[in-house]
């Protein structure tokens, strides 16, 4: 096999009350990518289409990540990686993170798939780091092993996969605004009281219990942040207006994905995000922001193969 075509998915990172360390991955807005070999040695990015981004390998999330790998294999020849990027930056919604996981998934597989989802997020962490400045994984590990992800820790790196209820659906509203993932980390408190981080410790806990035994009520009852929330959503026009519109139409809960602005609800059901999803649209449109929204059942896979040759 000399190319691969992939799909490489959206994520939400955080899930309110798992900040840095909770993840799911989206099924209904992601980038295509084109990885295939060629016989000169090293990476190069041959086309981007969709968003103006770097070329460079060095300053281009892909790249990195693709170079953090093909470091580690040294196979006697080399890559070119075509990106077709659907996800805008800045959104929220894991762009960065879908360009490392793509092309070190699409690589690896051309490879004859010697790297493990584990080993993968590893290299495209490094390709992250370049776009928030720190490594982080909890948009990376969602769109490489799919569903719902928690990073039990970065050194070493442990990944836990979350079983994830058959129906449970995610809403998303991305504002077209950016904010950039460095500058969302800047204004988070560098310290919390204690009774904070107990309330916020004890969500995860309930979340993750709420996803294993498929109880909706508690997973609703835990998606409360009280540590990031009340920072960020200052920068989100109308996110009060999101979350009630939301909280009306039966949805779980509703939070930021991962720095913003994009904004996420869960759902019990595919026509409750439907209903959500409509009461969201017509709420958001009486602020003065351009938007765009859609709903997704959870990806259980992850990045996805479109085709082979």
């Not at 439907?274 to 709903?295: G, L, S």
Request: proline residues 6%; contains cysteine; aromatic residues 6%.
């Amino acid at each position: 096999m000399n190319e691969i075509k992939i799909f490489s998915p959206a994520t939400v990172a955080n899930v309110s009350c798992g900040f840095d360390v909770l993840g799911f991955c989206l099924d209904s807005i992601g980038d295509e990518m084109v990885i295939r070999k060629r016989s000169k040695k090293g990476i190069k990015i041959t086309k981007i289409e969709g968003h103006d981004l770097p070329f460079e390998v060095n300053k281009n999330v892909a790249g990195v990540s693709a170079l953090a790998l093909y470091e580690n294999a040294k196979p006697d020849f080399g890559f070119e990686i075509e990106i077709y990027k659907n996800i805008k930056p800045g959104s929220g919604v894991g762009s960065s993170s879908a360009s490392a996981a793509g092309s070190v998934y699409g690589m690896n597989v051309l490879l004859g798939s010697p790297y493990t989802p584990l080993e993968l997020t590893a290299f495209a962490m490094k390709g992250e780091a370049l776009a928030s400045l720190s490594e982080h994984a909890d948009n990376i590990a969602p769109a490489l092993f799919g569903g719902f992800t928690l990073v039990k820790s970065l050194n070493p790196l442990e990944i836990l996969q979350i079983p994830t209820p058959d129906d449970l659906f995610a809403v998303v509203l991305h504002p077209q605004i950016e904010i950039k993932t460095a500058n969302a980390r800047k204004i988070l408190p560098k310290e919390i009281p204690l009774k904070n981080a107990i309330k916020q410790w004890s969500n995860v806990g309930s979340l993750i219990h709420g996803l294993h035994t498929n109880d909706y009520g508690l997973i609703s009852r835990s998606l409360i942040d009280v540590v990031a929330e009340p920072v960020r959503s200052q920068l989100i026009p109308g996110f009060e207006s999101i979350k009630e519109a939301a909280s009306k139409n039966n949805a779980l809960g509703t939070g930021i994905s991962g720095s913003g602005p994009s904004v996420f609800s869960l759902c019990k059901s595919q026509q409750t995000a439907i209903n959500v999803k409509k009461a969201i649209k017509q709420a958001y449109a009486k602020h003065d922001v351009p938007f765009q929204i859609y709903a997704s059942k959870i990806n259980m896979d992850g990045v996805k193969e479109l085709n082979k040759k």
